[in-house]
């Protein structure tokens, strides 16, 4: 496995006093989350996406699941206290958050928006996610999390 270098994402936990470790995933050839995390031996539970919303609204969320789940948009609606959510067009990612699709990191988004976690990442002592760029990941406690992320815990997936 290649070295990782260090992203801003990773340099946000740094300055923030926030414990992680880094995962480099440059040379494997797939963006699927599920076949990432089994080739970095990893539970796909415990592995999670960033996907970013626009609420009926027209305010952005930020929701953070498990790569092998769906978000339930109307779930994800009830946690926004929002009539409805959408997922927000591929081309609008970057513009909006600083992000490319497959290395969209709840750390580090152009705009601070409000962030939900799958509640199931309750379960695990750490989470692991994209560090802001394909090819990189960073596992964290999710209450240190916190110290740079606002978010709550919802049930967002579908069943």
């Known amino acids: 496995m290649a070295k990782p ?14 414990p992680y470790e880094s995962y480099c995933y440059i040379d494997y050839p797939s963006t699927k989350g599920t076949e990432i995390a089994e080739y970095l031996k990893q539970d796909p539970a415990q592995v999670f996406k960033t996907l970013v919303t626009r609420g009926k609204s027209g305010s952005y969320y930020v929701f953070v699941i498990p790569v092998g789940e769906e978000l339930e948009l109307r779930k994800a609606a009830s946690a926004a206290k929002e009539k409805s959510i959408e997922m927000i067009p591929q081309k609008e990612l970057l513009p909006l958050t600083g992000y490319i699709h497959g290395g969209c990191s709840p750390i580090g988004m152009k705009k601070q928006f409000a962030t939900f976690i799958e509640e199931s990442a ?38």
């Open 5 to 18: 270098e260090k992203t801003n994402v990773m340099r946000l936990l740094e300055q923030n006093g926030v």
């Open 122 to 159: 309750m379960l695990y002592d750490t989470i692991i996610f994209s560090a802001g760029k394909i090819g990189y990941q960073v596992e964290v406690k999710p209450e240190d999390l916190l110290k740079i992320v606002p978010f709550e815990y919802a049930d967002l997936v579908c069943m």
